[in-house]
Each structure stands twice: as C-alpha cells, then as structure tokens.
T-cell receptor, first 113, second 115 residues
Framework: GQQLNQSPQSMFIQEGEDVSMNCTSS?????WLWYKQEPGEGPVLLIA?????ELTSNGRLTAQFGITRKDSFLNISASIPSDVGIYFC?????????????FGKGTKLSVKP | DVKVTQSSRYLVKRTGEKVFLECVQD?????MFWYRQDPGLGLRLIYF???????EKGDIPEGYSVSREKKERFSLILESASTNQTSMYLC??????????????FGDGTRLSIL
C-alpha cells in the first residue's frame, strides 16, 4: 500500500533547541495532519492542513503543507521536556477513500533538560 | 472536545479465546476505525466503518471481525486469539466531510497481551 516517509526516525535534543521533522510521499495529498503520541496514550491531533502552501501554528508548533502537495513539515521551537513523545504525520492521498488516512511511522523525540 | 473511549487500557487473554474490544465516541461521528500499532510498523488499519451496520476491510483484517450496531459504538472481535495478535489497539473516529478529510480522533488505546 501507499506509504509516507517520515524523517528523522528519532531525535535527541537539548532543552531550548528547535526541532524540524518532515514527511514525504510519492503522490499528491489533499490533507496533512500532525499528531503527537505520549507513552501509553493514543495519538492527539496537533495541526491539520488542507491547502498547498498553508502554514499553521499551534503555540510553539508550526506546520506547513508543501507547495508540491507531496510533503509536509513540522517545526517545534524552544523545545521543553514535555515535548517528548512520538510525532506522526498523516494524510489523505488525492483520490483516496474518504476518511481514510495514511500514517508515517513516526519521529521519536527525546529532550534532555 | 471529541471523546473516544476504549473499554480497557490493558487486557490479558489466552490463546484461542474470543476477545472483544469496545470503542465508543460521543461526537456523532459517521466514521470509525480500528488500528493496531506495533514497534517499527506504525499504525496499520484493521477495519473501518462509514455508517451503522457497514464495515470495510483495512490493510490487515485477517483474524479480526467488527460490529457496528449503533452509530457511537464500534467493536473489534478477535475470533480466536493468537500470540501474534499481542499489540496496542487504537480506535479512532471522524466526521464526514465532503471534498476533504476530517481528522481522526483517537482513544487512549488497549494494550492486549495474548498468552
């Protein structure tokens, strides 16, 4: 089936540093979503993007829907220890089944105080 | 806020047992989904439903079935549990949106161990 390439797989950073991660696909997507999952919990929606070029912020988090519609980026500024978790991208390919999403395999973020 | 509630956080069952995982959402969402999550494999779609009494196979339906008798409730059934079904199971729901995709909202998951 269709896959999303999410990178990096993991990141170890110092508190206060900025973080960048991205997702790419081989086909055009109509929707990009970013989720965060903490240990023992379900994924929680962070940001939803619906238009190419769209840039949306949620506090210290900023995500962008790539112009080519084949990628998306998530940035976290001034990281803090509670940012620890796994960040997933998800999206719906153009022409895909309504409601169904394709998920990346996640970026595991560790923050050292 | 959307609330998706899974009946158990942790469950331990024996090989061969019939296992029921329950999921309830309180936002009148049309769409409901069941995933399993395994290290290195990400989220894999087992079954989904766009309406009451309607179900569609996802990517890995073998060994599972589902039931959606009411709009708010979507049950996942392991007909005869096996050790390779030990996993984290996640339920999600989303509303119907013409021309786009509404985000899926997830429950907290059920960590199922089959002994």
């Amino acid at each position: 089936g269709q896959q999303l390439n999410q990178s990096p797989q993991s990141m170890f950073i110092q508190e206060g540093e900025d973080v960048s991660m991205n997702c790419t696909s081989s086909s055009i997507f109509n929707t990009w979503l970013w989720y965060k999952q903490e240990p023992g919990e379900g994924p929680v929606l962070l940001i939803a993007l619906y238009k190419a070029g769209e840039l949306t912020s949620n506090g210290r988090l900023t995500a962008q829907f790539g112009i080519t519609r084949k990628d998306s980026f998530l940035n976290i500024s001034a990281s803090i220890p509670s940012d620890v978790g796994i960040y997933f991208c998800a999206g719906r390919p153009s022409g895909g089944s309504q409601g169904n999403l394709i998920f990346g395999k996640g970026t595991k973020l560790s923050v050292k105080p | 806020d959307v609330k998706v509630t899974q009946s158990s956080r942790y469950l331990v069952k024996r090989t061969g047992e019939k296992v029921f995982l329950e999921c309830v959402q309180d936002m009148d969402h049309e769409n409901m989904f069941w995933y399993r999550q395994d290290p290195g494999l990400g989220l894999r779609l087992i079954y989904f439903s766009y309406d009451v009494k309607m179900k569609e196979k996802g990517d890995i339906p073998e060994g599972y079935s589902v039931s959606r008798e009411k709009k708010e409730r979507f049950s996942l059934i392991l007909e005869s549990a096996s050790t390779n079904q030990t996993s984290m199971y996640l339920c999600a729901s989303s509303s119907l949106m013409t021309g786009g995709t509404q985000p899926q909202h997830f429950g907290d998951g059920t960590r199922l161990s089959i002994l």
